[in-house]
Structure formats: structure tokens, C-alpha cells
């Protein structure tokens, strides 16, 4: 909770904003700029007034293919995978007429503090949960799996088929721990932040507002923060707790079996970091060295589900060439080890542990 206390967020330009917004309404309008310069003259005010002026609305005025053509040009990919991007961007036209016509580009959200609030909710607070909750569930999965190990006592409680079975239920018991640690964990934060930054109404602002961006380079490529469908930073923080327990569920459940059969914690967790890390060096070896083929294969690992989950839900840049890829990877994900979590149950009784 610390760093939400230290984080440096401008209180009283939200306060002013919300204000604002409360009086005139929550979108953009030609009387937009005569409404701010009515306000009382100080700081945020003049912040405010400058942040509008300069505002443009990239989103009315850009084009899936606009937006493939600036991603494949700056990361100079091959022309199969700029194929892939192409063909994803194309897609991408319908939402963006559909969050044009819905004026979502208008809306004011904070206005020149958007970044600063909407980033820190989606890249700081949810991902430091997320990273939180895989943490917990990764080291209860391993404990869970292998505690009789620990305690030298699993040659007397599985040397019966009955005795076996118990990981059932250990299983059970850990998944709702891991669930539960990170609801609880969620709770406790958004409302701890809510108390110090309390978002009201700006909850239900869109995503896509003019004053948010998708920011894969500063300065060099920062693309309008599109989604696949019309996002509010209330649904799309929900969106992302949801997809978040989701990607806690097959961590818990890979680690839980990764424990059976390795019989030895420390053993699997050092299993896991060389995975993490080996996967890390081919992500970066395949990006430096331009095997964009062997790149984009990469994408559809939940390890880099998470490491790209400031992007959830977007077009998501290089890192993903189907819409709503993220969500596809951890569903195929879940669906996988519940399979192995099947057949594990199905012969691990037979597996010999004197």
C-alpha cells in the first residue's frame, strides 16, 4: 500500500476535473474551452485550459491500416509477419468506427493527468497484483504438491491408492487459497486507492479518450488506446481481474502438477525461473536478431501474457496478431492443464514413490 501513498498523482486536478466534469458534462464540446476559462484563475486551471487547446482527437482521424503501417515500419518486420499485422489491423477498422461513432475520443477522463491515472491503475496497480497473486499461487501450488515430502511423511500416506487421492483435495483447497488471496488483495487495494484517490464518475469514462495512449516507445510510437470493444477504465480494470484470476488458475494448477511429479519444491520453482528466464532470452534473441517468425509464436505463452498485460485488450502492437489474443492464450492455457490435471489423476496413483 506504500506505493500508493508515495505514488505522485495531482489530487486537486483530479478535484478540479471531477468538478468541471460534474457541471458540463463529461465529453468535449465546441463551448469546452469558454466553460474552462470561466473557472477561477490558478494553476490547474491554466493546466487545464492548455491541455485542451492542445488536444487532438487522433482517434476520428486514424485508420486501422494507418496504425499496422506506423507498428510494421518501426520495428522493420518481415513481410510475413507484417502480413499477420496487416491482416490484424484490418480487423481493427470496426472497432474504431464503432468507438467513433460513440465519441469516446471526447471524453475528458482527467484530462492532462489521464496518463498519469489510467497508467498507474492498468501498468503499476494491476500488475503488481497480478504479479502478486502468481507469486502466491505459484508457492502454493508447489507446497501443496509436495508438503509430505517436506515432512518426510509420503511414504506412509501414499503407499495406498486411497492415500493418493488426498492431493485432490489438496488441490481444491489450494486453488480457493489462491483465489481468495487475490480477491482479497484487490479488495484492499482499489479501495485503499479509492480513499486517496476516489475516481467517481471517471470510473465510467472511456479508454479510448483522447488523452490516453498506448505507449510502446516515449516519443517514438504512441498509439491511440484502442480496444476491441468499448472499454471504460471501470470495465476494463474488471476485464482485467477477471482475465488476471484466470491466469492465476492455470499457474496454480501447472505448479500443483509440476509438484507431483518433481516430488521436491525448491526443484520446481528452479524449474520455473529457468523456464521464465529461457523464454525471456528468446523473446529478446528473436526481436534483436529480426526472427519475427519465431516472435510471434512466442506471443501465445502465458508467460508473455503477463509481461504484456499493460496492453490487454488493445491491438497490442507486435505483440499479438489475432484480437483478443491475450484472452485466447489463457483460455487454451486453462483448457491444457485442466487436460494434464485429467490424466495426472488418471495415472499418477499408479506412480511408484517407494
Known amino acids: 500500500m ?18 468541471f466534469s460534474l457541471a458540463n458534462g463529461s465529453k468535449m464540446t465546441e463551448k469546452t474551452v469558454e466553460q474552462v476559462q470561466e473557472l477561477p484563475k490558478e494553476n490547474n486551471q491554466k493546466r487545464l485550459l492548455l491541455s485542451i487547446e492542445n ?5 476520428s482521424h486514424t485508420s486501422g491500416s494507418q496504425l499496422g ?51 498507474f491503475i492498468r501498468n503499476v496497480l494491476l500488475k503488481l497484483l497480478l504479479a502478486e ?7 502454493v501450488g508447489l507446497f501443496a504438491s509436495t508438503s509430505e515430502s517436506m515432512t518426510k511423511t509420503n511414504k506412509i500416506i501414499f503407499t495406498t491408492k486411497t492415500g493418493r487421492k488426498v492431493q485432490v483435495s489438496k488441490y481444491i483447497s489450494g486453488l480457493l487459497l489462491s483465489i481468495l488471496f487475490f480477491t482479497l488483495v484487490v479488495l484492499a487495494t482499489f479501495l485503499f486507492f479509492n480513499l486517496f484517490y476516489p475516481l467517481g464518475t471517471i470510473w465510467n469514462n472511456s479508454m479510448s479518450t483522447q488523452f490516453h495512449f ?15 470493444l468499448p472499454m471504460t477504465l471501470a470495465t476494463h480494470t474488471l476485464f482485467s481481474i477477471l482475465l488476471s484470476l484466470l491466469l492465476i488458475i492455470v499457474c496454480f494448477s501447472c505448479h500443483f502438477v509440476m509438484g507431483l ?37 512466442l506471443m501465445f505463452s502465458p508467460i508473455e501474457v503477463w509481461e504484456n498485460q499493460g496492453y490487454w485488450f488493445t491491438e497490442m502492437g507486435p505483440f499479438s496478431i489475432l484480437p483478443f489474443q491475450e484472452s485466447l492464450v489463457v483460455a487454451v492455457s486453462l483448457i491444457s492443464v485442466l487436460g494434464v490435471l485429467l490424466l495426472t489423476y488418471k495415472y499418477y496413483p499408479k506412480k511408484e514413490v517407494l
Do not use: C, R
Not at 506504500?2 to 468538478?19: F, G, P, R, T
Not at 488536444?55 to 482517434?59: A, T
Not at 519444491?265 to 528468446?282: P, Y
Not at 534473441?285 to 526472427?291: E, I
Open 214 to 228: 498506448n505507449v510502446y516507445f516515449p516519443g517514438l510510437l504512441e498509439l491511440p488506446f484502442i480496444t476491441w
Open 133 to 139: 497473486g502468481l507469486i502466491f499461487s505459484l508457492l
Open 69 to 119: 503501417e506506423k507498428v510494421t515500419d518501426f520495428y522493420q518486420v518481415t513481410e510475413a509477419f507484417k502480413s499477420d499485422l496487416n491482416k490484424k489491423y484490418q480487423l481493427l477498422e470496426t472497432s474504431i468506427q464503432t468507438l467513433v461513432s460513440q465519441q469516446a475520443g471526447a471524453d475528458l477522463a482527467v484530462v492532462g493527468e489521464t496518463m498519469s491515472f489510467f497508467t
Open 261 to 297: 511429479w518433481l516430488d521436491h519444491l525448491f526443484k520446481g520453482f528452479v524449474v520455473t525461473v529457468g523456464i521464465v528466464a529461457l523464454h525471456k532470452i528468446m523473446v529478446i534473441g528473436a526481436m534483436s536478431k529480426g526472427y519475427w517468425s519465431v516472435f510471434k509464436y
Open 55 to 59: 488536444s487532438k482527437d487522433e482517434l
Open 2 to 19: 506504500a506505493w500508493i501513498i508515495s505514488v505522485d498523482l495531482n489530487k486537486n486536478y483530479l478535484e478540479m476535473v471531477q468538478s
